[in-house]
Every structure is written in structure tokens, then in C-alpha cells.
């Protein structure tokens, strides 16, 4: 008896979450204008690649897992993208104003580009406040079904997959502002 009424209790808990993350997910929705409109919610949050990739500079290895323990808006580009090029000062502008220990823009070249050209990408475009991280032999853009670039997906403090956006996008826009400042408010 004890058992069965365990397992209702963890049903109705199980539930009762699955109801909140609904709720969360239906006001997040609610905040998307324009092409955020892009930006699309996962019902369930889903696992990120395990696979290293290469900081700056020849700083060593990383992994996603580093960023654990904040929301992640991570975006994979090249220096060959032209929206990518467009999208990343917008970009820059959401770190500057919502990074810290609870946000963080993550970029990560990925397939073939040479460091020297994605410092020179950056300056081009005057980022100086986002990584210059690497995953030249696209492992990580392969586990996680990135096709075509540029593609921003939002991890959640656990580390887990919560909304993609394929394409470029106003980063800087009011509505992903308020998605953001929303997320941090939960």
C-alpha cells in the first residue's frame, strides 16, 4: 500500500512539473515577435553533446558541460557566413547586457576556419566581449543535428537543450530581450 501511494505522489509531482514546464514554455512563447517567431520551445528539454571543443587561443579543451549551472545561448556559425556576420554584434549586445553568472553567449565556429580568420572576423565586426571557441571537425554541430549555419540553441542551467533557432535572427530585439530577462526570472 505504502508503494501505491508513492507512486501516486510521484505521478502527481511528475505531472504537476510537466504542467509548470507547459505554463513557462506557453509565456515564453507568448514573448516572441518578429523572427523570434523562429525560435522554437522543446516540450521536453533534451541532452547536449559530451564532445570537446577548442577555446581560444590554444587555451586547451572544453566542453558544454563548462557552462552548467547558467542559461547558454549558444551559437554555432563560420567566418564564411554572411548572416552570421550580421547577427553576431547582436549577439555581442546580449552578452554586454545580460552576461554574468546566470547568462552566458557562448559562439562556436564550426567546420573549417582558421583562427587567424575568425580573429579577424571579430574584428571586423568590433566583438570583443564573446569566445572564439572551435569545432573544426563539426563533432559537437553533428550530435546536436546542426544543419546549415548560423543555428542558436538556449541551454538551460542543467545543461539541456530547451529552444532552437535555425537561421539568423535580431538578437538584439526587444523580444529576445524579454525571452531572456524571462528565462532569468524563473
Not at 505554463?23 to 553533446?49: C, I, Q, Y
Not at 554572411?82 to 559562439?107: H, I, N, Y
Request: charged share 25%.
Amino acid at each position: 500500500m505504502r508503494l501505491v501511494r508513492q507512486l501516486i505522489l510521484y505521478m502527481a509531482l511528475a505531472l504537476g512539473a510537466n504542467a509548470a514546464l507547459a505554463a513557462d514554455t506557453a509565456t515564453l512563447e507568448a514573448l516572441r515577435d518578429g523572427d523570434m517567431k523562429k525560435l522554437v520551445f522543446l516540450s521536453d528539454p533534451k541532452p547536449v553533446s559530451d564532445k570537446e571543443f577548442f577555446l581560444a587561443d590554444d587555451a586547451g579543451t572544453g566542453t558544454l558541460a563548462d557552462y552548467q549551472g547558467k542559461y547558454v545561448l549558444l551559437n554555432f556559425w563560420a567566418t564564411w557566413c554572411a548572416p552570421c556576420r550580421k547577427e553576431m554584434p547582436m549577439l555581442s549586445e546580449l552578452q554586454t547586457e545580460f552576461g554574468g553568472d546566470r547568462f552566458e553567449v557562448v559562439t562556436l565556429a564550426t567546420g573549417r576556419n582558421n583562427p587567424a580568420g575568425i580573429r579577424k572576423f571579430f574584428a571586423d565586426t568590433g566583438i570583443t566581449n564573446l569566445p572564439r571557441h572551435q569545432d573544426p571537425k563539426q563533432a559537437i554541430a553533428r550530435d546536436m543535428a546542426v544543419l546549415g549555419l548560423p543555428i542558436t540553441v538556449i541551454l538551460n542551467p542543467e545543461g539541456l537543450e530547451i529552444a532552437r533557432l535555425r537561421g539568423d535572427a535580431t538578437w538584439n530585439s526587444d523580444s529576445a530581450k524579454a525571452i531572456i530577462a524571462a528565462l532569468l526570472d524563473r
